[in-house]
């Protein structure tokens, strides 16, 4: 059969026909542009997430338990400087290289430009991606090293992301110390469970979460990479939090010291984040869980020396061993269902920009590979020293917000 008869064939089958609105307007190249994405999608995994995502699904049988987090205002001096001297040491022998998440769509900023770019009006401005790049250039100088810099973009911004790198000559990090990898996408679908257009030859497709962060390193065969170059530990961070501590001694030294694979940085939950999912044990496995599945109770409850026990939550800083690397890279992670604003071609073919969301977007979290983990290192940081994510220009989250956060914590830092 040939190809376009098979893509007929198969958007038949799925109800998905609309996808050829264009098709015969369209020059031969971007017909075989067409076709072939058409024959690439998964329709059967897309139904599934669809049908999967009409129920509720959120483990209610599972029985709930405190997940333990150590405190970093509790730490003594003098414990404190055994964990960051071991630290201090895997830094300084290469043993810590870094990835920044940039994958992702930034669809509550609204821009048009890869959220990296998004400059933050210090003086002088600087972009998200510079002000990564200067804690990175400030512990390479600290720790006598050169910390390796791994960039996760998308298919859509990954191009635009490294000319954006050229022209600003790396901010001087070097471009060998730099390595771009792309993630993955997945088609949305509209709230009738139609695929939408990007283009006349075009199914919309985006980043699908920054899970895909394991499996997308294993393609890439940077685990092994980094294996070479000698790292035994690897932080995550997202790209949009301008107090992120990509290089934390103390992190790492306490995750070595107690022999724990994976680590993630954690605060305490206050009034504007009731919502927010808690670190907790589900099933007597490391997770996160739903803010419904914590009862009053249970929030108010406290242990023997008065910390709370589920108001711990993900700032999305993570450390992972490589051997931890190479499992998660194995794991089938969940999907979660996220409503989101795409814009699409409307049956005119003109570009439409929606005001309030249209699409489910199903996206992997980092986070569904706690529970393969018996223990995990939480460590619960303050506030106002490491957390100052820009999300929105409305809510808690705003340029304005974080760099007010930003320059209290400079202000504070130069103090001591
Ligand atoms: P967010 O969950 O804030 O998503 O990502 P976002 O795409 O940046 O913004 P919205 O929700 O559409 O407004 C947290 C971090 O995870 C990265 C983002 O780039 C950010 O650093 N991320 C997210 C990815 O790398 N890939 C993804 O598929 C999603």
Sequence with gaps: MNKYRSVVKLLKKYNQEQVLA????????????????????????????????????????????????????????????????????????????????????????????????FEVETNPKKSLFQIQCETLQIANIKYNTVIHWYIMTSPDNDSITKVYFEDKKYFGYGKENVTFFKQDTLPVLDFNSKLILDKAYKVKEVSNGNGDVFSSLQRYGLIEDMEKKGIKYVFIGGIDNILLKTVDPLFIGL????????????????????????????????????????????????????????????????????????????????????????????????????????????????????????????????????????KSFTGIHTPERALELYLNERRNSIKG
């Design 255 to 390: 995750c070595d010291i107690g022999n724990c694979k994976v680590a993630s940085k954690t605060i305490t939950k206050n009034e504007n984040e009731k919502d927010e999912w808690v670190f907790a044990r589900r099933d007597g496995k490391p997770s996160i869980v739903s803010s419904k599945r914590i009862t009053k109770e249970m929030e108010d409850k406290k242990d023997e020396n008065g910390k709370y026990l589920y108001k711990e939550i993900n700032i999305l800083a993570h450390l992972f061993s490589i051997d931890s690397l190479k499992l998660c890279a194995n794991i089938d992670l969940p999907y979660h269902l996220a409503e989101k604003k795409n814009d699409y071609l409307n049956d005119e073919g003109v570009k439409i920009m929606p005001k309030s969301p249209n699409t489910y977007k199903y996206e992997q979290f980092i986070f569904d590979v706690f529970p393969y983990f018996d223990n995990i290192l939480l460590l619960s940081v303050k506030r106002e020293r490491e957390f100052a994510p820009i």
């Design 22 to 117: 264009f098709y015969n307007t369209l020059p031969k190249e971007e017909k075989e542009l067409l076709l072939d994405q058409v024959l690439n999608i998964d329709f059967e995994k897309l139904i599934s997430l669809y049908n999967e995502f009409q129920k509720d699904v959120s483990y209610t049988d599972a029985v709930i338990t405190p997940l333990e987090h150590v405190e970093e205002t509790k730490l003594s001096s003098y414990i404190k400087s055994k964990y960051v001297k071991k630290g201090e040491e895997i830094i300084e022998n290469g043993g810590l290289a870094v990835i920044t998440l940039a994958g992702g769509q930034g669809t509550r900023l609204g821009l048009s430009l890869p959220k990296g770019f």
